[in-house]
């Protein structure tokens, strides 16, 4: 979900040169067409192009432009997913990524660059339609080198830069690269001619004037021509007009290729295997060897970051570090030469490798007072745990490690808002190793759990249940205490409550008797304590919400506490403490969107509406508009998950409460527009409805650290 007047364009980091004509253009094409796909040879330019139409046409879109960077998704049916993702837009139904969107965007002005077309065409092409043909308000601006062929689309095509004098744009952004890579370069009477036929003889393509640039350092800009032009004739036999724009950047890639050093060379090809952007620690890992040590890939990488081949990243947030990229054409250049080199399946078993092993540590982590970090580290990483699952499933072998991959991950899918997307990994894993491994039994209680946070317990039971008899079939205690206690939230949700508390307390015992302590045995003390709860059985219910509290804080454990919050403030409520609930539930709203879990978030605000019902603290009537607009931000919410409150009666006491009291005193046109306007909130602004009121005066409250006292909001680190 997102907020009016919001969008993710990245700022600039260098100056767009010329294209003029071709943003008015965009501009134009915009205002009387919905989807407008520029498109032009690789390396022309055309990212930066529509990052900067978007950036001027953004004012006149009411929630905002959103940039979809589709290049590193190779499996169409995660193309929906990508889209949501980067309109920060947690789903965890089992719907289709497609119908959660439409949803999203029916009623919204958005502006929606899908960047980077070309190798999912089709795919985008069809979602383009769907998304078009559902939500009016809807503009699309996408890349590609060929057209998507959608209905009603409109091409602007891209062609390089006027290169035909010393003025012209070519020339321009030559020059300024090169007084970057050679601090006070510039265009002189005395080299204006050469420069010129440089960029002339590169056909003003934008990469690869960047590319030549990037040799000044080495080289004299006469060097420079006279060695490509030696290049341009051994392939062509000296006709100039036989090398089309396509083969002039690849002609210039090739001889930037060769002008590396052997080491250069080696590395390019082999961080071609990373999907989007990665870190050093991972390039040390996957890269080094076989002619490369481990110490000398920083050097390295840094020469091919001086000769524009790698890409630096700014750091995601102060004090990280920063990460690389390669530029697509540049990758599938450097992916030619390592499929040639046979090293592929090496390489891509090594970055199989680092990418399970950072899912490991970052379960590991995630029982710590590292699981912000661990969250988005692990989500800034998800592109390549994509590819390392996509790996797995296509090689033969490898269906185990899948197994395990997909279900390490489960602290991602279920605390950082990603079910959808963990139940196609998860489902693919299943189909793809039937046999009764511990690697299934454990992807088969996180598919259980997945189903049932979706509220969808028809496949939940049964997925369950397997788990389970295989566990007792193989004598796998820890898969038994999993999978007993997943069905005890299925029992939860549906209502069982009996039948949970006893399901619960099982899981316990085992979990004991193994020595198990990690923050799912958190969420089964919270679990069983909320069952408690609900049957009415209020001291005992507690008493399991304060050991809760008190591990959470012995390990400095957050996420598992949001939902210990979350059961405290009803407690709370039910002793007429209404100040303590409100603290715990805006608590546990505010930690719940740290995480982006939206089960925890929709739960924690539903009980915040009925809590605005009560007397404030100095005896002021409770405000029955604001908890109607409330409930109607927490439904909006509950559409990114499934079954509002799961469609448990449990779960649905206290927004039927809040209900109550409002209909049964406000007009119903006046309930009913509150709920409206609460529906319009974007989760963002729902949050900050929630925390601060309808005034937003009220300062945020800060993430609770290690020693904290319980549902004590203490100064201390911030989202």
């Given at each position: 979900m997102t907020d009016r007047r919001t969008g993710n364009l990245p700022s600039a980091t260098t100056g767009l040169v010329g294209r003029t004509r071709e943003l008015?253009?965009?501009?134009?094409?915009?205002?009387?067409?919905?989807?407008?796909?520029?498109?032009?040879?690789?390396?022309?330019?055309?990212?930066?192009?529509?990052?900067?139409?978007?950036?001027?046409?953004?004012?006149?879109?009411?929630?905002?432009?959103?940039?979809?960077?589709?290049?590193?998704v190779r499996d169409a049916a995660l193309l929906g997913h990508a889209v949501a993702?980067?309109?920060?837009?947690?789903?965890?139904?089992?719907?289709?990524?497609?119908d959660v969107?439409?949803?999203?965007?029916?009623?919204?002005?958005?502006?929606?660059?899908?960047?980077?077309?070309?190798?999912?065409?089709?795919?985008?092409?069809?979602?383009?339609?769907?998304?078009?043909?559902?939500?009016?308000?809807?503009?699309?601006?996408?890349?590609?080198?060929?057209p998507l062929n959608a209905p009603g689309e409109h091409l602007l095509p891209l062609t390089p830069l006027p290169a035909d004098s010393p003025g012209a744009d070519a020339v321009t952004l030559f020059t300024r690269r090169a007084r970057a890579v050679v601090p006070g370069f510039r265009l002189t009477p005395a080299n204006e001619d050469v420069v010129t036929a440089l960029c002339r003889r590169l056909d003003g393509i934008p990469l690869a004037l960047e590319l030549a640039a990037g040799r000044l350092r080495a080289l004299s800009v006469d060097q420079i021509t006279e060695r490509l032009d030696d290049r341009f004739r051994l392939l062509t036999g000296g006709s100039r007009s036989a090398v089309p724009r396509h083969q002039t950047l690849r002609t210039t890639i090739g001889?930037?290729?060769?002008?590396?050093?052997?080491?250069?060379?080696?590395?390019?090809?082999?961080?071609?295997?990373?999907?989007?952007?990665?870190?050093?620690?991972?390039?040390?890992?996957?890269?080094?060897?076989?002619?490369?040590?481990?110490?000398?890939?920083?050097e390295v990488l840094s020469e091919l970051v001086a000769k524009s081949v790698v890409v630096?990243?700014?750091?995601?947030?102060?004090?990280?570090?920063?990460?690389?990229?390669?530029?697509?054409?540049?990758?599938?250049?450097?992916?030619?030469?390592?499929?040639?080199?046979?090293?592929?399946?090496?390489?891509?078993?090594?970055?199989?490798?680092?990418y399970v092993g950072l899912a490991s540590w970052g379960e590991i982590e995630w029982f710590s007072?590292?699981?912000?970090?661990?969250?988005?580290?692990?989500?800034?990483?998800?592109?390549?745990?994509?590819?390392?699952?996509?790996?797995?499933?296509?090689?033969?072998?490898?269906?185990?490690?899948?197994?395990?991959?997909?279900?390490?991950?489960?602290?991602?899918?279920?605390?950082?808002?990603?079910?959808?997307?963990?139940?196609?990994?998860?489902?693919?894993?299943?189909?793809?190793?039937?046999e009764p491994t511990e690697s299934r039994a454990k992807a088969l209680w996180v598919t259980g759990y997945v189903c049932t946070l979706q509220g969808d317990l028809l496949r939940a039971r049964p997925v369950l249940e397997e788990c389970r008899r295989q566990a007792l079939a193989t004598g796998?205690?820890?898969?038994?205490?999993?999978?007993?206690?997943?069905?005890?939230?299925?029992?939860?949700?549906?209502?069982?409550?009996?039948?949970?508390?006893?399901?619960?307390?099982?899981?316990?015992?085992?979990?004991?008797?193994?020595?198990?302590?990690?923050?799912?045995?958190?969420?089964?003390?919270?679990?069983?304590?909320?069952?408690?709860?609900?049957?009415?059985?209020?001291e005992q219910g507690e008493a399991w919400m304060a050991r809760v509290c008190d591990r959470c804080e012995a390990h400095g454990e957050q996420w598992a506490y949001t939902y210990g919050l979350f059961a405290m403030a009803y407690g709370a409520w039910l002793n007429g403490d209404f100040e303590t609930a409100r603290i715990h539930a805006r608590e546990s709203v505010r930690l719940n969107h740290v995480f982006r879990d939206l089960v925890g978030t929709a739960l924690a605000v539903e009980m915040l509406a009925l809590l605005t019902t009560e007397p404030g603290p100095g005896g002021?009537?409770?405000?029955?508009?604001?908890?109607?607009?409330?409930?109607?931000?927490?439904?909006?919410?509950?559409?990114?998950?499934?079954?509002?409150?799961?469609?448990?009666?449990?779960?649905?006491?206290?927004?039927?409460?809040?209900e109550l009291r409002v209909l049964s005193v406000l007009p119903g046109p006046e309930a009913a527009e509150s709920f409206r306007l609460g529906t319009l909130l974007g989760l963002e602004a729902a949050v900050r409805r929630a925390l601060e009121g309808p005034e937003r005066t009220a300062p945020p409250a800060a993430v609770r650290l290690p020693g904290a006292r319980c549902g004590e909001p203490l100064a201390g680190q911030r989202e």
């Open positions: 008015g253009e965009a501009a134009a094409l915009l205002a009387e067409a919905r989807l407008v796909t520029v498109t032009g040879c690789g390396g022309v330019g055309k990212s930066r192009v529509a990052l900067r139409a978007a950036t001027l046409a953004e004012p006149l879109f009411a929630d905002g432009a959103w940039l979809v960077d589709c290049s590193p993702e980067a309109l920060r837009l947690t789903d965890g139904t089992a719907r289709e990524p497609a969107l439409i949803d999203h965007l029916a009623r919204r002005e958005l502006l929606l660059v899908l960047d980077g077309c070309e190798q999912l065409a089709d795919a985008c092409a069809a979602l383009t339609a769907r998304l078009l043909a559902a939500a009016p308000g809807l503009r699309v601006l996408a890349t590609s080198r060929q001889w930037s290729h060769e002008l590396c050093s052997p080491q250069e060379r080696l590395l390019w090809a082999r961080v071609s295997v990373f999907a989007g952007s990665f870190d050093l620690d991972a390039a040390e890992y996957v890269c080094s060897g076989r002619g490369l040590r481990q110490e000398e890939v920083l630096r990243e700014h750091a995601p947030a102060a004090g990280e570090p920063g990460g690389y990229r390669l530029l697509d054409t540049v990758r599938e250049y450097g992916a030619h030469w390592l499929r040639a080199s046979g090293e592929e399946r090496t390489l891509r078993r090594l970055h199989r490798d680092w007072p590292r699981q912000v970090p661990t969250s988005l580290r692990t989500h800034r990483a998800h592109a390549n745990l994509r590819a390392a699952m996509d790996f797995c499933l296509g090689e033969p072998g490898e269906e185990q490690l899948a197994l395990h991959l997909a279900g390490t991950l489960w602290y991602f899918w279920v605390g950082c808002g990603h079910l959808g997307e963990g139940r196609h990994w998860l489902e693919l894993a299943l189909a793809g190793s039937p796998d205690d820890r898969a038994l205490a999993y999978a007993v206690h997943r069905q005890g939230c299925a029992a939860l949700i549906g209502d069982e409550l009996p039948r949970a508390t006893e399901l619960f307390q099982e899981a316990l015992w085992h979990y004991e008797k193994l020595g198990e302590l990690n923050s799912n045995v958190l969420m089964a003390m919270f679990e069983l304590g909320l069952a408690l709860l609900f049957q009415g059985e209020q002021e009537p409770g405000d029955l508009r604001e908890a109607r607009l409330l409930q109607g931000a927490a439904h909006s919410i509950w559409s990114g998950v499934g079954i509002p409150l799961f469609g448990s009666r449990s779960f649905n006491a206290a927004h039927a409460e809040c």
